[in-house]
């Protein structure tokens, strides 16, 4: 899975336990449950939720995102041709590199891959457009090769910016690899999550993992973007960002526009429960969600748990001259799993029990 601020993957357990406490005290079964994933980012807990048998719709904005979804949670590991995939990943693994809009960009222009890398994704991904039969397999292909990229890129972890001295990983030849896919039932979505909020179908859980503060995650990860989408738009800066990163906004980026659009999301979206990740770090405060959630679905919990910073945060951050830029902060930040609807707080209990 590709390095990804925000990523909640040390938390996907609490939060499917959360899911299936709620779910206990309904008396519903697993596969008659639905759950929605707004925000889904790496699709780690919607991978977690459809693992424990919920059926899942993922939806991110990003279109990298939708590719990922689209591999986790839409495709079904018992239907897709995994020999066909594996014989296809094979030949791609084998193809000779060529110069392309990934070599120039970020391997001559900036330093984020190898040339040899480089000229590998290139030649890679023009090749996955002709050998990819169908949504579900060009996603599959374009994961294996967004999680290789991955593996030997030279960052910590964001791409606004590239390590002054090349990462060891760097050095190993990109490799792509049989992502593991999950058996049952899904949906892949890209929507903005307040349009799709007001005209889903409604579901029993809908999971909100919303950015928390400025940084745009279609900047932050504008690289899986272009590989993704195959446009090869102009780039500026020393991060050779996609031009359109000037004007792709999420209003959850926003301190001005995120209260509203968060307030408006937890009211519209069709769901029975709420399970909400928030951190302190962010833009909202505590005891606002606690008065919104109790307006809009009667009951909440807070179930506090706490994060390790991001890899930058507690390395340091550095500019890419290899100069360390501002300081260390606090390496936890306080984070809390909200839980609204009937039979939160006995959710809580549960919890705190075990
Ligand atoms: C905190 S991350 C979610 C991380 C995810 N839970 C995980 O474990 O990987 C927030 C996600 O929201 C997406 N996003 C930003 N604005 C959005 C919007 N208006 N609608 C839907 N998704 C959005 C970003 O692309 C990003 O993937």
Redesign the pocket.
């Known amino acids: 899975m590709i390095k990804?601020?925000?990523?909640?993957?040390t938390l996907?357990t609490r939060i499917v336990a959360v899911a299936d406490a709620l779910r206990a005290r309904t008396g519903a079964t697993k596969h008659a449950t639905t759950a929605c994933?707004?925000?889904?980012?790496?699709?780690?807990?919607a991978q977690g939720l459809k693992q424990a048998g919920y059926f899942v719709t993922a939806?991110?904005?990003?279109t990298y995102?939708e590719v990922l979804a689209t591999t986790y949670i839409e495709a079904d590991a018992k239907r897709v041709r995994k020999r066909v995939l594996a014989e296809k990943i094979a030949r791609l693994n084998a193809l000779p590199g060529h110069d392309g809009y990934v070599t120039r960009t970020f391997c001559e222009q900036s330093r984020y891959f190898q040339p040899a890398n480089g000229r590998r994704i290139d030649a890679i991904r023009d090749a996955i457009e002709e050998v990819a039969d169908g949504r579900v397999e060009r996603a599959v292909l374009l994961t294996s090769l967004m999680e290789a990229a991955d593996r030997v890129d030279s960052t910590t972890g964001l791409q606004m910016a590239y390590l002054k001295q090349w990462a060891p990983r760097s050095f190993n030849p990109l490799t792509l690899r049989m992502p593991e896919l999950n058996a049952g039932r899904g949906r892949a979505v890209r929507?903005?999550?307040?349009t799709?909020a007001s005209q889903m179908d409604e579901v029993d859980i809908a999971?909100l993992?919303?950015?928390?503060n400025q940084h745009?995650?279609?900047a932050n990860?504008h690289i899986w973007e272009t590989l993704v989408r195959h446009d090869a738009p102009e780039a500026y800066g020393i991060a050779r960002k996609r031009e359109d990163c000037r004007t792709v906004k999420?209003?959850?980026?926003s301190r001005v526009k995120a209260w509203g659009?968060f307030s408006s999301l937890v009211r519209t979206v069709p769901a029975k429960h709420l399970i909400v990740?928030f951190s302190d770090e962010g833009f909202f405060a505590f005891e606002d969600i606690v008065s919104l959630l109790e307006d809009s679905h009667g009951e909440v919990a807070a179930i506090p748990v706490s994060h390790k910073r991001y890899v930058g945060a507690r390395i340091g951050i550095y500019n890419p001259r290899g100069e360390k830029v501002g300081k260390v902060g606090k390496l936890r930040n306080n984070e809390f799993i909200f839980v609204a609807g009937k039979g939160a707080r006995g959710v809580l209990r549960d919890m705190q029990a075990e």
């Open positions: 990804y601020i925000g990523s909640k993957r996907v994933d707004l925000f889904s980012g790496t699709t780690r807990v939806n991110d904005l990003a995102g929507q903005d999550a307040n799709l999971y993992d919303p950015p928390y745009s995650y279609h990860y999420s209003p959850f980026n659009a990740s």
